[in-house]
Structures are given as C-alpha cells and as structure tokens.
C-alpha cells in the first residue's frame, strides 16, 4: 500500500501489451527522466504545522539544509529578502556553486523553492515541490526535485535532501 496516496501496488498488470512490442527508446527515455530528479518522502515525529514552518520560512532553511559528503564540502547561507535566498557551496575555501532560491507557499500544507544552480560550466533552474500530509503521531513530506540536466546532479541532491531531512526530523524530534 503506498501511504502517500493510498492506493495498492499490483505486482502484476495485465496491460494487453506485449513487452518485446514496446520501443527500447521510449523505455530508454523513461528511465533517463527519472534518474534526473529526486523523488522521496520522510516521515516526521512532529505535528505538521511546525515542519510546515521550517520549510517554508528561508530563515529556517539554514538550521536544517545540509551538503552532501559534508567531508570537504560546506553551505554558506544568505537571505537574501524574505523569500529569496542563496547558497554558496564550498569546497575547501573554493566556491564550487552558488543556488539562487525563492521560497513559495503554493497551497495548504505545499511549498515549492524554485532554484537557479550556477557552477563554473553551466546554470540550471529546478523545482523543489514539497507537499506534508498529516497523520497519527506526525506527518509524512512528499519531496520531488526536478529540472535536472545530468544524472550525477540529481544524485548529489538526492544525498542532500536525505541528510537534510534526517537533520531536519533530529531537530523536530528535540523541541
């Protein structure tokens, strides 16, 4: 049962197709889109309306927002204005990328960071969509990055975002 949208998984489907009729480059095409974004959920001991906070306020971002394979690598955060920020990140005293945020509540309980990336060879915008459902004894975050240009990027975020919100569920858990 997937608790996101409650419905069943099935493992087998009888789509009336036959699997050697299908295009190896649709499936090809398929798969390559989903290695360029980060799909995830966590759950959360925590009521909603807090982790909605935490999200959705830039000034808050900093306390949780962690690098990936923080060894060498480090975030310095900026506000920028009340909901525009930016990330420099650091490896050694070297700037590797800088990401351009704004921070939008889009619906109840759903906010969306739209960011501008920026390394020496290139510049690419993506979407952070993040939408908490609430249940007993917490909440549960729906997280898709999407808008990458290159698998490996959308690999490094993906280890962000579960260190981050492993960060962020530590912090939830405390207060």
């Not at 204005?81 to 990328?97: C, K, N, P, S, V």
């Amino acid at each position: 049962m997937n608790e996101l949208t409650g419905t069943r998984h099935s493992p087998h489907i009888d789509s009336g197709l036959d699997p050697g009729a299908l295009d190896p480059r649709m499936i090809a095409r398929i798969s390559r889109r989903h290695e360029k974004e980060v799909a995830l959920s966590f759950q959360f001991k925590a009521d909603s309306s807090r982790v909605f906070y935490a999200l959705s306020l830039p000034e808050y971002i900093e306390a949780w927002l962690r690098a990936p394979d923080t060894d060498d690598l480090r975030f310095v955060f900026n506000q920028v204005a009340e909901e525009t920020f930016r990330i420099d990140l650091y490896r050694g005293q070297t700037l590797q990328a800088s990401v351009d945020g704004s921070c939008w509540v889009v619906g109840a309980n759903q906010v969306r960071y739209i960011w501008k990336i920026t390394t020496v060879l290139d510049s690419t915008e993506t979407l952070v969509d993040m939408k908490l459902l609430s249940g007993s004894g917490g909440c549960v975050l729906a997280l898709k990055h999407s808008g990458f240009n290159d698998p490996t990027e959308s690999a490094r975020c993906r280890r962000m975002w579960e260190q981050s919100l492993e960060c962020l569920g530590r912090l939830m858990e405390k207060n």
